[in-house]
Structure formats: structure tokens, C-alpha cells
């Protein structure tokens, strides 16, 4: 049998009103006031939407099965089915203010790319599977990726199962009670290629007035918990060179981690998300101030210079202002580079059908980042409305997500093999 890389027809799209109306279908299970979503994982809202994508893979003539931590695999058999399966796909729990689009449209678009399979009667060589992770979101559960985490080992199942949420309960009574604690083991089975479409959750896609971004690579992410020990002193009496004021400090850390990032530019990010000062007085000088850093960066080594820098930094302000800073690490992620197969797949289908395009980094975490350390993966990003997402406020265009669900049916086929028309 002869493969294809490119269908002969060339340009194959999907059926972008059935894409628009499942994703407004699954957006009622949830809807909130304001027509977002609040789909906290393993609830009953989740069951719900579970049991409806399960209900749509089989309509799709496809194979259910959920492994031990309850993802779901909705499984279009090929044509030698002892090949590793193309898989796509992403979450449908959400944040308790999420929209109807983040992880929902991966999910869609996957169910879409197999429908419109069917429709053109289109036999792939490898299987191609759909999946629904588990607690992408983990806001109920810590920590986040918690479905793909556990099937390709990143996560331990015991462990895992045995995390609890704010009320006491644990993912695993939470599986069962949903009915969602699935027999197939974990880790999970091989994978030939993962594709991942995802709205882009940022501003870049819009501001540049493209379609689809090709994702390259995830930026590496290194997060701390800063402390400054100054002295708290009475605002008047203390005149202005006698002071150990952590507030001072922290503020002079603000403008440093945000000057670090830029000139580590274009992929360098510096974010302080939170700041407590103490004693929080208007008439006292700050004795103590509690802060977060979260540097982001493509390549290992700017990453590691940008925290060695504000290392620097700091001892230099101990020095001048006379006050103690400690820096602990609270999350490390390595930069990553999707696989150039699949980059390329996502970008030849994008400029194939025509669409404005540019190969643009995730800044965030998703699923296909566990994926990428199992199989070869890539990821296609649409465009939200102002780049707002994990929020009800969340909108994406239907063309455009038409587009995006596009250039992932074409590469998935293409990733699995087509027979040749005869
Ligand atoms: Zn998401």
C-alpha cells in the first residue's frame, strides 16, 4: 500500500457550523450567567459532558475506552490497526469563570476531523484517537495536566488518585462517583503523533491579524517564592538613609524582573504576581515583603541566565539597603521544542489551505507538553477575542476555529497515512 502525504484533492476542511454547534452544545453543560463555563473537573457537570463526547464517539462509529485516571480515547480504527494511534485531542473540565473554547475546541475539533473522516470515507493507515484528558485545569485538584500527567508517567497513579480537593474528597472517590475510574492501565499505550488545537489564550494571533499559529515550542517556565527581611520603623522619625525598607526593595525587583524579561526579548517573560508587605501600614515602613517571580523563556540557557541575573541583583540590594532576600524555587518546567514533523505538518496544512499563518510559542501549559515527552507532538493555535481566556468572557470566531480544526484534520491524516485512491 502507497501512502500520500498531501490527499490528492489537496484542501480539506471541515464543516465549520457542526464544529460550531458541538461546541455550543457541550457550552450549555456548565453555562454560567455571563455564558462562560464552570466545569470544575470530576463533578457531575463533567460527567455530564463526558458522557456526551462518549455518546458523539460513538455515533462517530469509533471505539470508548477510559483508562485508570479517566481519560477518555474515542478511537477511529485504520487500516493496520497494530500501528500506533495519531492521537489529538485536550480537556473539557474548566476553570469555575472559564470559557467555552479553551481545551473544548481541541476536544471538538478532534470529534470534528473524525466526522468529517467519515463523511469523505477517508481510511487513515494508523488509527486516529481522540481524547478527553482528565483535570487539565486543576483548579479543583492540584496540579494542573493531572489526565495526560498520569498516561505518559509524569504523574504517579497512586498518588494521584489520593490528591483531595478543598472539601476533603480525592480524585479517586471523585472518579468513581462519576462513574469515570476506567480499567485501561496507565501509563498509557504508545502514541505516533500527538496534535493538540487550542484557542491561543493570548494577544499575538490577533494583534498580527492571522488565523493560525503554528506552535514551535513551549516556553520554559522557573517560578519562586521571593521573601525581603528589611526593618519596620515609624514613617517620620526614620529619615530616608537610615532605612532597611523591603518595600523599596521589592519595587526595585519589579522593574529589574520586568527589564530582564525584555531584554531577553522576544521570548523572555518576567511576571511578579503577587506582593505582600508588612506590617501593611500607612505610617510604617515595610519590615517584610513576600513576593512571586515567574521567569519565562524558549531556550534553557536565556532561562538560566535571567534567574542568574536577578540573583546578581539581589545581592547587590542586600548590600545597598541592608536587608535579607531568600529566593526558593517552587516550579521548574524545561523549554521545549515541538517535534519538526509535526510543526511542519501543521504549518504545510495552514499555508495549503490558504490561511494567514505564523509560527508563534505557547506561553502556557497544555496537555501536549506531557505528550511531547512520548511521542512527536505539535500544536495549532486559533485566536481569542483580545487574547482574553480563563475567563466567561472567552470568545473565538467560527472561521477561524473552522480553520484551526481545518489544518488539524489535514495534518492528522497526513500524520497517520491515506491509502491512495485507486
Ligand atoms: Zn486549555
Given at each position: ?15 465549520r ?83 467555552k ?50 498516561f ?7 498518588s ?78 526614620t529619615?530616608?538613609?537610615?532605612r ?31 506582593l ?7 505610617n ?8 512571586t ?31 535579607q ?7 521548574d ?31 502556557a ?13 505539535g ?21 477561524d476555529?473552522a480553520?484551526?480544526a481545518?489544518v ?15
Open positions: 500500500m502507497k501512502t500520500q502525504r498531501i490527499p490528492q484533492n489537496g484542501l480539506l476542511t471541515v464543516d457550523d457542526r464544529l460550531w454547534n458541538s461546541l455550543m452544545e457541550q457550552g450549555k453543560i456548565g453555562e454560567t450567567d455571563k455564558g462562560g463555563l464552570n466545569r470544575q473537573a470530576l463533578t457531575d457537570l463533567d460527567r455530564q459532558v463526558r458522557e456526551l463526547f462518549m455518546k458523539w464517539g460513538k455515533e462517530a462509529g469509533c471505539e470508548v475506552s477510559i483508562d485508570q485516571i479517566g481519560n477518555i480515547f474515542v478511537r477511529r480504527p485504520g487500516v493496520d490497526n497494530s500501528l500506533p494511534p495519531v492521537m489529538t485531542g485536550s480537556h473539557i473540565d474548566t476553570q469555575p469563570t472559564g470559557g473554547f479553551d481545551g473544548c475546541f481541541g476536544v471538538m475539533a478532534g470529534l470534528e476531523s473524525i466526522r468529517r473522516m467519515n463523511d469523505l470515507g477517508i481510511k487513515t493507515r494508523a488509527p486516529v484517537e481522540v481524547v478527553a484528558w482528565t483535570n487539565e485545569e486543576g483548579c479543583r485538584f492540584p496540579p494542573c495536566m493531572m489526565g495526560s500527567g498520569v505518559t508517567g509524569e504523574f504517579e497513579l497512586e494521584t488518585l489520593a490528591i483531595c480537593d478543598a472539601g476533603g474528597i480525592s480524585v479517586g472517590e471523585a472518579l468513581t462517583k462519576i462513574g469515570f475510574a476506567g480499567e485501561k492501565p496507565v501509563p498509557g499505550h504508545q502514541v505516533g503523533a500527538y496534535f493538540e488545537a487550542h484557542i491561543e489564550q493570548g494577544p499575538v494571533l490577533e494583534d498580527a491579524e492571522k488565523t493560525i499559529g503554528v506552535v514551535i515550542g513551549a516556553l520554559g517556565q522557573k517560578w519562586f517564592d521571593l521573601s525581603i527581611q528589611g526593618v519596620e520603623s515609624h514613617a517620620g522619625p529619615p530616608m538613609s537610615l532597611h525598607d523591603a518595600g523599596l526593595v521589592a519595587a526595585e525587583l519589579i522593574t529589574f524582573v520586568n527589564r530582564t524579561a525584555l531584554e531577553y526579548a522576544p521570548h523572555g517573560r518576567g511576571t511578579v504576581g503577587c505582600d508587605l508588612f506590617p501593611g501600614s500607612r510604617v515602613i515595610p519590615g517584610q515583603v513576600n513576593m517571580v515567574d521567569f519565562r523563556h524558549l531556550e534553557a540557557d536565556a532561562l538560566d541566565a535571567m534567574v542568574t541575573g536577578l540573583k546578581v541583583k539581589i545581592a547587590e540590594l542586600e548590600e545597598l539597603h541592608g536587608v532576600i531568600s529566593l526558593a524555587p517552587t516550579a518546567f524545561a523549554p521545549l521544542y515541538f517535534a519538526d514533523k509535526c510543526v511542519s505538518y501543521v504549518r504545510d496544512a495552514a499555508e495549503a489551505l490558504g490561511f494567514g499563518h505564523m509560527d508563534i510559542v505557547s506561553g501549559g497544555h496537555d501536549a507538553i506531557f505528550l511531547a515527552e512520548k511521542a512527536p507532538a500544536m495549532i493555535f486559533v485566536p481569542c477575542e483580545g487574547g482574553i481566556s480563563h475567563n466567561e468572557m472567552e470568545r473565538a470566531d467560527a472561521d476555529l480553520a484551526g481545518s488539524l484534520l489535514n495534518a492528522l491524516i497526513n500524520a497517520a497515512g491515506i491509502e491512495e485512491a485507486k
